[in-house]
């Protein structure tokens, strides 16, 4: 691959059809929580994109500037390492001075993956950093200490009917699905500038509190929800935002309870995909299978809008029983789609001693050992 021209454009100008995290929504969030975001219109091999960068840190502090899922272009994995390596020195004219290195997260496939095998996982880094620089003369990248984004997800194509879409899932999912259905579980969407938004994402707090407490895991700082909706609400539509965004609640239909919410998702849409981002429940009415009519209301949205297929956001690697999100694998498989593998953090050294200080910084912070 060969870097044709680069240079920076307005954030409003990035364009990405499939991935959200290159979007002026993400672009816009990650400003309103502190990040310097640099936008990047970029050809390679006379096919242009947009590239967004996030930096995070002081000015006078080394540190990394991020790319979230991207660029979202298509690459052949022997080409991995030299796009990175030349997209990062391209960029790195247009950023502060001290960056010890750019990371990139692109929704490139891992060396380590193929569609017709089952998926093993991934070498020690060492090993995965000799693979992904065969070959290079110019410089090496270096596999990040960890992963920002979960490289491991599933994504399930909308072309097929509805009728197709249930047949291809797993029978207790689509029982469930149609139990909910039965029971009337209410699910209502909630839009960026919804007069009722804010009491929504009350009860998606609540929610998320009490899932958090349930199963022991973090799902996301409400600060991060509320800047997300009032970028989106700011931004005024799809058209500016390049991704849409909204609340999805499932209540109790009726009864001395109605309208108590049980389960919530917050759902995001570019034009080619959806994007299941958070999810919480309830740990009262389970037997209403709320969690379900969220997700089939979801799908269906996303189909609605055009989207070519949604992206389920985060499983564990392998099929491992005793892996802490192994329930939460075993819920989102039930609906079918394939699983990806993503070739996860890529870092390409700006400042060599630099960066060399900022990875012991980061392999001895405490998320690294978690």
Known sequence: MAIDALSPIAMKELHAPREVMQSPLWAETKRRLGSRAHAFS???DETATTILALDQQPDDTAGVCYVPHG???DAPPDDYAAAMFDLAWAMQPHLRRHIACIRFDPPWPSL???DDYEYRGKPAAHLQEIRMNFGRPSGPVRKAPTDVQPVDSLLLDLSPSD?????SMKPKTRYNIRLALRHGVVVDHFAPGDQNLGRALEEWNRLA????????????????IRALFEAASDLRGAAAAGATVYLSIARVPFGPNAGRPLAAAVIARTADRAFYLYGASSGEERRLMAPYAVQWDAIRAAKAAGCRDYDFCGIPP????SHPLYGLYRFKRGFGGREVHRCGCWDVPLDDDAYEVLRARESAGPSFHE
């Open 42 to 44: 970029v050809s390679i």
């Open 71 to 73: 660029p979202d272009l």
């Open 112 to 114: 380590y993956w193929e």
């Open 163 to 167: 009728e197709r879409l249930l047949a």
């Open 209 to 224: 509190e009490e899932t958090e407490s349930r199963n022991g895991l973090a799902i996301t700082d409400p600060i991060h």
């Open 318 to 321: 392998a099929h491992d029983r």
